[in-house]
């Protein structure tokens, strides 16, 4: 059966983020590790071209590619998060060493990736059969920079900020 699966363009740092990444989150491994045979764009002979990885189960790919590409809002990694605590952790292990916050639980990390950190509560809240509640959490969501649970379940709830 035909799998999808990103591939993210690093210059040279293919193996450190992709060990980064799955130090994040459980069923989360380095699969292999391929090397130039040759001198190519993607480096000299030896260094590391791809690094295939599993994170949280999904299956993606680390080329380097051997110049710097940026990466755009127009596709990023959204990470469910159970409670406060995931959202926390991971949003400070995202941004360190140079990641950016961004508006409404985006952020960048070091390497320039776009991630999304939601609380899971987010979904049900909007999914939810009450239209005005699920209004309100919008906007809160508009009004944060890392998501925060207690204020979306307030906003839902419709009481005022703490």
């Known amino acids: 059966m035909s799998k999808v699966s990103p591939c993210l ?13 799955v130090s994040l989150l459980p069923d989360s491994r380095i699969e292999t590790i391929q090397k130039n045979v040759i001198d190519s764009p993607g480096g000299k002979a030896g260094t590391v071209l791809v690094v295939e990885f599993t994170l ?4 993606f790919m680390a080329l380097n590619g051997g ?5 755009t809002h127009a596709v990023s990694f959204r990470i469910d998060c159970v409670d406060q605590a995931e959202v926390d952790r991971l949003w ?3 941004l360190a060493n140079g990641g950016t ?4 639980g985006w952020l960048r990390d070091r390497y320039g990736v776009a991630w999304q950190i939601v609380p899971t509560v987010v979904g049900q809240y909007f ?9 309100r959490v919008m906007q809160a969501v508009l009004g944060m920079i890392k998501l925060d ?5 307030r906003a839902y709830e419709g009481k005022k900020a703490a």
């Open 149 to 153: 649970v207690e204020g979306l379940r």
């Open 127 to 135: 999914g939810g059969p009450d239209a005005a509640a699920a209004a």
């Open 67 to 71: 110049m710097k590409m940026e990466y």
């Open 92 to 94: 400070d292990a995202l």
């Open 9 to 21: 363009w690093f210059n040279g740092e293919a193996e450190e983020a992709a060990k980064f990444y």
């Open 56 to 59: 949280a189960g999904q299956r």
């Open 101 to 104: 916050a961004e508006q409404c």
